[in-house]
């Protein structure tokens, strides 16, 4: 059982309606829909919270995490989820302030990849990596760690300012940050190690497309 059929069987017992369901949570019938027949699969945290809440439930429990669970119907078995880890979401990374500080946080997330690494969410502006299937919107999972190999796609903060996500490449002092995107306006940056500040923040090993 995934999330959406626990939103489609939570909703049902109390006989609340998808309309009504959607305007309590400040969405539309159609997404609603989505959700709890596995066309949207990758629903906002901040969506997962406002449908518990209408449904009088915790997250937790629409998530299956929780042993207070629904009831069931006696030929359903309902599947934990013990591995997922919840990370935070970041935005804009703000200057001169630690890279998880309240100020950088915009939400949070959940990942089943391995939780001996430490990991963290960005959310993705602009179009400089569309070929590469990453979208604006969409939000890209990093593993932290300043190393990667030329090629790879990484989170890079430039001179401790906003965080960019680029092909990495360095040879000797100069690093190039490359763009893989069908705009033409996208061009590679390249900086010199001696006179700008070039941090890798970690590596992309996710994406999840924002939902169309």
């Known amino acids: 059982m995934n999330v959406g059929d626990r939103i489609k069987m939570r909703r049902k017992e109390i006989g609340m309606s998808q309309t009504e369901l959607a305007e309590k949570v400040g969405s539309t019938k159609q997404n609603i829909y989505k959700y709890e027949n596995g066309i949207i699969t990758n629903i906002p945290s901040d969506k997962i919270e406002a449908i518990a809440a209408a449904l009088a439930i915790s997250p937790g429990t629409l998530m299956g995490w929780e042993n207070n669970k629904p009831s069931l119907p006696s030929n359903v078995t309902l599947i934990d989820f013990p591995h997922l880890q919840r990370i935070p979401i970041l935005g804009r990374i703000a200057a001169g302030v630690p890279i998880y500080a309240e100020e950088n946080i915009e939400g949070y997330t959940y990942t089943d990849l391995n939780g001996g690494a430490e990991y963290f969410g960005l959310r993705v502006r602009g179009d400089s990596m569309d070929a590469a299937r990453i979208h604006d919107g969409d939000i890209v999972i990093i593993r932290r760690q300043d190393i990667v190999e030329n090629g790879e796609i990484a989170a890079v903060l ?43 923040l970690g590596l992309v090993v996710k994406v999840e497309f924002r939902p169309q």
């Open 158 to 200: 430039i001179d401790d300012q906003d965080a960019t996500l680029k092909r990495f490449s360095r040879h000797g002092d100069i690093v190039t940050l490359m763009p893989q995107s069908t705009n033409p306006v996208n061009q590679p940056f390249v900086y010199n190690l001696k006179e700008t500040a070039v941090k890798i």
